[in-house]
């Protein structure tokens, strides 16, 4: 009986495991299309009125749309005039505007991009004590300091701006999508963050 007992829990548990990451992630794909119609919807809707589409054909027709809009853009901001007209609204509104150089910092970090400032990934010992934090090095300075960015999860776009004496920070080696993916995950993924940190932390006695 201890024995059936102890199969059914292990099966029902090893089931879950399988289950719900699957059904987690279904459902976080399921919630951001629910996103991209709603802010779509206007559009599906004046072809829905214009043509006998259905709106599932017309969200594909739009997002198809909206794909080819910002291919023929990147096409257009590779040549000498469109990177000119780029920056040029870029450095005159768009860097302006609260939490916009954040965010396509942390777009381009998730596509690859390898000029985001977020140069590497360290623990941080904010107050002096033993606790550490996750945190970005966006920046070193001449005297020794260096500029953080501690991110809060799940949301990486937000968080806050520390500049530590270098002692503080202990920079680990671990690539920056895999902490962005941890902090996203509130943590969960970390083992290799922690695993990695080695010499580099300083322990104080």
Same mark, same amino acid.
Request: aromatic share 10%.
């Given at each position: 009986m201890k024995k059936?007992?102890?199969?059914?829990?292990?099966?029902? @548990?090893?089931?879950?495991?399988?289950v719900l990451p699957l059904g987690i992630m279904i459902g976080i794909v399921a919630w951001i299309f629910g996103l991209v119609r709603k802010a779509i919807f206007p559009l599906t809707r004046m072809i829905m009125e214009k043509s006998t589409m259905q709106a599932i054909v017309a969200d594909i027709l739009v997002i198809s749309v909206i794909i080819t809009v910002c291919f023929i853009v990147g096409v257009l901001v590779?040549?000498?005039l469109g990177t000119w @007209?780029?920056?040029?609204l870029e450095n005159s509104f768009l860097k302006k505007t609260p939490g916009y150089t954040l965010i396509?910092?942390?777009v381009f970090q998730f596509l690859g991009n390898k000029?985001?400032?977020?140069?590497?990934?360290?623990?941080?010992?904010l107050y002096g004590n033993d606790t550490l934090a996750s945190a970005f090095i966006t920046d070193t300075h001449d005297n020794?300091?260096?500029t953080v960015f501690v991110p809060t999860g799940p949301n990486p776009t937000s968080g806050n701006i520390f500049h530590l004496d270098s002692q503080y920070v202990f920079p680990v080696d671990i690539?920056?999508?895999d902490a962005m993916r941890s902090i996203i995950s509130c943590g969960a993924g970390s083992s290799e963050l922690i695993s990695r940190m080695g010499k580099s932390l300083k322990v104080e006695g």
């Open positions: 059936l007992k102890e199969f059914f829990k292990s099966a029902l @548990i090893g089931g879950l495991l399988v590779r040549t000498r @007209i780029y920056h040029t396509k910092e942390t000029k985001s400032p977020f140069s590497s990934v360290a623990l941080v010992k020794g300091m260096c690539p920056v999508e």
